[in-house]
């Protein structure tokens, strides 16, 4: 076996299979008694949509890697010893008058290249040069999209002593200056690195806000190197080995995340790398030989669902809504008609944790994300995942009223201080009682399957 992390998720399959294959057996009976029930499966993740925790190897070679999109970043001046500041989030001018620093002088990155990045403030809004009007080299923060050319990208020139000792030159080739608290302009052309010199600052990065997914691996490698890199890890990290080995320890069924690109390719936009069709084809051949069924996971959706880095979020904001609909029902569609006729295609997940998103548009798009595969399979069930900041039973009634959907429901043993003293034993005796009552509430005779499609355990 060549993938490690399926060792311990096999160990974790098996408590969650004593808590839950019960429940999810009662609801077979009113929806069709599939001889294919219960599905024991593990989550193939961090194959097809990268999950940077997973192997965090995979981004050493990035230049500049601590600066990937969506790094969180401030900036102090070294003459002032005063953070810049978006004037009330965003939409005003920048000034260099805070001495402690919150959200308001935080910016976060849109990588362009290795030192060129556009700065989007809390607000959401990027920083550009003002007009004449406004003073032709200030600095404002009211500009709605982040320009690939010059309008807003600023490149960040590090010291070559200290990395974190820095100057930002402007779009119009000058470094920017605190000159005041209250005045920050760029129109500075000396080279000076002393603390006196208003166009140095001290960057601070927060690196406990650091995204690592399938945006920043790619977008970080850029165009040249992406591909190769891609496509070496998905050739690599799973393969028929590890299939035949699941089936040897009693695993039925994998989920396999994807990203909403997939449905793009051979040539899915900037920065995703094209091909994942291909080894989710090869998923589903190595599948098939094994007795194994295939659950696809729409684990990343255009916007970001919940703003985290397996969304394959940009920068950390949660963006999905109505308007992003369309090209989310649009990648379902592709799925449902790639695989729709596959013996072994289990189910089809909508999305994968939804957060922060509204529960009227969660509905709508569930409701035309189940018509969508409906076009091309009724055998195959359609997965819901319920909003992970909402209550476990928020979707129970929705969901009633369709055939052959399952609501799938996520159990974490971390992020809680409580389970941080537990051993592996007790957060899995944890999973077998606490969490089988959980399961249990959620289960009726004549309500939806019920799936644990993740749940991590300490160590």
């Known amino acids: 076996m060549k993938n490690p992390f399926l060792f311990s998720f096999l160990n974790l399959v098996v408590a969650l299979y004593l808590c839950s294959s019960h429940y999810v057996a009662v609801a077979e009976e009113s929806q069709n008694n599939s001889s294919s029930l219960p599905l024991r499966a593990v989550n193939l993740g961090n194959w097809l949509l990268i999950e940077g925790w997973m192997k965090p190897s995979l981004f050493d070679g990035i230049p500049n890697k601590d600066l990937l999109d969506g790094t969180q970043v401030r900036f102090m001046s070294t003459k002032l010893q005063k953070y810049l500041s978006a004037e009330h989030g965003g939409g005003s001018i920048i000034v260099a008058n805070r001495t402690n620093a919150r959200g308001w002088e935080t910016f976060r990155l849109w ?28 600095l404002v923060a009211n500009s709605d999209s982040a320009s690939s050319s010059t309008e807003t990208l600023f490149e960040i020139v590090r010291n070559d002593g200290d ?39 001290k960057m601070i990065v927060l690196t406990d806000s650091t995204i ?147 529960l ?46 399952v609501i799938d429901v996520h159990y974490y043993n971390l992020f809680v201080p409580k389970f941080n003293t537990m051993n592996v034993k007790q957060n899995i005796d944890y999973i077998k009682n606490q969490r089988a009552s959980d399961l249990s509430s959620l289960t009726a005779s004549n309500g939806p399957l019920i799936f644990v499609g993740k749940s991590h355990i300490t160590n």
Request: negative net charge.
């Open 111 to 138: 990588r362009a290249n290795e030192t060129f990045f556009n700065f989007r403030v809390s607000n959401k809004q990027f920083i550009s040069l003002g007009n004449e009007g406004e003073g032709g080299n200030s």
């Open 163 to 201: 990395p974190n000792r820095v100057r930002i030159r402007a779009p119009n080739g000058l470094f920017l200056q605190a000159i005041s608290e209250t005045k920050v302009s760029a129109d500075y052309a000396g080279s000076s690195w002393d603390d006196s010199d208003p166009s140095v600052f």
């Open 212 to 358: 690592r997914g399938e945006y920043q691996i790619t977008n970080g490698y850029g165009p040249d190197k992406a591909p190769k890199i891609m496509r070496d890890h998905w050739n690599t990290y799973i393969t028929e080995d590890d299939f035949k080995f699941m089936s040897e320890n009693g695993v039925n069924a994998v989920r396999v995340p994807v990203g909403w690109w997939i449905a793009h390719d051979p040539t899915p936009p900037k920065p995703f790398v094209g091909g994942s069709s291909q080894i989710l084809d090869k998923a589903f051949t190595w599948a098939e030989k094994y007795g194994i069924k295939v659950i696809v996971d729409l684990h990343a959706c255009p916007g970001s669902q919940n703003g985290a880095p397996h969304s394959a979020t940009r920068d950390g904001h949660q963006e999905w809504g109505d308007s992003y609909i369309p090209d989310t029902l649009a990648t379902i569609d592709f799925l449902a008609q790639r695989y729709g006729d596959r013996p072994n295609l289990a189910a089809i997940e909508l999305m994968n944790e939804p957060q922060r998103v509204d």
């Open 360 to 405: 009227g548009s969660l509905h709508k798009y569930y409701k035309a994300g189940y018509d969508a595969i409906r076009k091309h399979t009724s055998s195959a069930y359609v997965i819901m995942s319920n909003p992970l900041d909402r209550d476990s039973k928020v979707l129970l009634s929705f969901a009633g009223g369709f055939n052959r959907v």
